[in-house]
């Protein structure tokens, strides 16, 4: 029988990762040179839903991961998951997990939000908002931030209005 209404599932996503030895977590210098180049020179938008307000970046292969990477292998996927054109251009060694082959711009909301962002959804869902029809939602607003601050909830509905748009391709 067909499901002909559209209805929300809710689920909780438990996962158990085993962190390998890493350094204390801290801003590097090359990631802060990254951020500035994607952030505000290039002027690349949320990668999901086009919005240039609380821009965050974001590292495809988990940061404190990166020991028990093997980059030869990172490298070769990022040449897939290539969204600026950076790995096309670059086949140095990956040598820090702050390179820019490995680094996305997202929206705050697309990035750590509860019910939108990549560090709290399943990829299949959070990719699936890249390609929303328009008018339609797939996933709601946060609540946490909706009982929070008024103000924020309100950034949220401008952000989820934007149309997903393709980032343009940087020349460098
Ligand atoms: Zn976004």
Same mark, same amino acid.
């Given at each position: 029988?067909p499901?002909?209404?559209?209805?929300?599932?809710?689920?909780?996503?438990?996962?158990?990762?085993?962190?390998?030895?890493h350094?204390?977590? *801290?801003?590097?210098?090359?990631?802060?040179?990254?951020?500035?180049?994607?952030?505000?020179?290039?002027?690349?938008?949320?990668?999901?839903?086009g919005?240039?307000?609380?821009?965050?970046?974001?590292?495809?292969?988990?940061w404190?991961l990166?020991?028990?990477?093997? *980059?030869?292998k990172?490298?070769?996927?990022?040449?897939?998951?290539?969204?600026?054109g950076?790995?096309?251009?670059?086949?140095?060694?990956?040598?820090?997990?702050?390179?820019?082959?490995?680094?996305?711009?997202?929206?705050?909301?697309?990035?750590?939000?509860?019910?939108?962002?990549i560090?709290?959804?399943?990829?299949?869902?959070?990719?699936?908002?890249?390609?929303?029809k328009?008018?339609?939602d797939?996933?709601?607003?946060?609540?946490?931030?909706?009982?929070k601050?008024?103000?924020? *909830?309100?950034?949220?509905?401008k *952000?989820?209005?934007?149309s997903?748009?393709?980032?343009?391709?940087?020349?460098?």
């Open positions: 029988m499901i002909d209404e559209s209805h929300e599932v809710s689920r909780t996503l438990k996962e158990n990762i085993i962190y390998p030895a350094e204390e977590r *801290t801003e590097s210098a090359i990631f802060r040179e990254n951020k500035k180049l994607l952030v505000d020179e290039l002027d690349i938008p949320c990668l999901i839903c919005s240039k307000e609380k821009r965050e970046v974001h590292h495809i292969f988990e404190s990166f020991p028990a990477l093997d *980059t030869e990172m490298k070769s996927i990022l040449k897939i998951i290539d969204f600026y950076y790995s096309k251009q670059d086949d140095t060694p990956i040598e820090s997990p702050d390179d820019k082959r490995n680094l996305i711009v997202l929206c705050e909301t697309h990035h750590r939000e509860e019910n939108n962002g560090h709290a959804i399943s990829f299949p869902i959070w990719i699936s908002q890249m390609a929303v328009d008018g339609i797939i996933t709601p607003e946060t609540k946490i931030i909706k009982t601050d008024k103000k924020l *909830t309100n950034n949220i509905k *952000t989820k209005k934007v997903p748009v393709s980032p343009k391709i940087p020349q460098n």
